[in-house]
């Protein structure tokens, strides 16, 4: 969905050689964002934060599911899980639009084809919005990364438990488990590294004044990577090619031990 709504208005800036400012009416350049730059800047605070607090919802899921089966049965329902999303989508929108009610400014970057919230080169009222921005997906991103790593700890100690050598069909539930394992501790390395630059250079700007639209831009590109690629490697690493890569690489060092 945030690809559908941001995409078009890239293509038309490009398109037309204008910059998001020039696009949309009320715009007077970088210190002066339009409309069109405004509702840019808050679509990419939000879908940078919603799809970040719903995987902490599936990874709390997961480890619940996983660590504390009696727990998850009893308290953890279909309504519930419905319910997560609108929730956390309406606090997400409630929190990224501070910055258009006055805490926080938005901002035209380099090279005018995308807006963000001011990140550096701002008053402490602009400067305030990103920091606590920063330090909301710094929390998510810690506590995702401890949920999946509890899961994984859980999973190994899962496969582990099943006999290495004896009936046949205990193989199956072990290879399936460490396919788990391995898709996990993918998704958990590819979306450290994409959040991790956002967050280093909203503090930066914050507190160290180093503004530098460059250094921006690649961390804004960091975490666009992350939404493109996360479905990919969930839809490549669970087809059945990849599984059988797994159970021959686990056979050979089984082998070899």
């Known amino acids: 969905l945030g690809k559908c709504l941001i995409s078009p208005i890239v293509l038309a800036a490009y398109a037309y050689n204008r910059s998001?400012?020039?696009?949309?009416?009320?715009?007077?350049?970088?210190?002066?964002?339009?409309?069109?730059?405004?509702?840019?800047?808050?679509?990419?605070?939000?879908?940078?934060?919603?799809?970040?607090?719903?995987?902490?919802?599936?990874?709390l899921e997961c480890w619940l599911s996983l660590g504390h089966p009696y727990?998850?049965?009893?308290?953890?329902?279909?309504?519930?899980?419905?319910?997560?999303?609108?929730?956390?989508?309406?606090?997400?929108?409630?929190?990224?639009?501070?910055?258009?009610?006055?805490?926080?400014?938005?901002?035209?970057?380099?090279?005018?084809?995308?807006?963000?919230?001011?990140?550096a080169g701002g008053g402490p009222g602009q400067l305030g919005f990103p920091v606590l921005y920063a330090s909301l997906m710094g929390l998510l991103v810690l506590a995702i990364v401890a949920c999946n790593v509890s899961s994984m700890r859980h999973l190994y100690g899962m496969a582990r438990r099943q006999p290495r050598r004896g009936a046949p069909p205990a193989a199956a539930p072990r290879m399936e488990e460490l396919d788990h394992l391995v898709l996990l501790g993918l998704m958990t390395v590819l979306f450290t590294v994409c959040s991790l630059p956002l967050i280093i250079r909203a503090?930066?700007?914050?507190?160290?004044?180093?503004?530098?639209?460059?250094?921006?831009?690649?961390?804004?590109?960091?975490?666009?990577?992350?939404s493109i690629v996360d479905p990919w490697v969930f839809i490549i690493f669970r087809t059945s090619v990849f599984r059988t890569f797994v159970r021959r690489v686990c056979r050979r060092l089984s082998s070899r031990r």
């Open 71 to 119: 727990f998850y049965r009893r308290h953890l329902t279909r309504r519930l899980g419905a319910a997560l999303g609108p929730a956390a989508a309406g606090l997400c929108a409630l929190f990224c639009a501070l910055p258009l009610l006055g805490f926080g400014a938005p901002m035209q970057y380099c090279p005018g084809t995308w807006c963000f919230i001011r990140m």
């Open 20 to 59: 998001l400012s020039e696009l949309g009416p009320g715009g007077r350049g970088e210190e002066q964002p339009g409309v069109l730059c405004q509702l840019f800047a808050f679509l990419m605070a939000f879908f940078g934060l919603a799809p970040t607090l719903l995987l902490l919802a599936m990874a």
């Open 203 to 226: 503090y930066m700007g914050a507190f160290a004044a180093d503004f530098n639209e460059n250094a921006d831009l690649s961390a804004l590109r960091f975490l666009s990577v992350n």
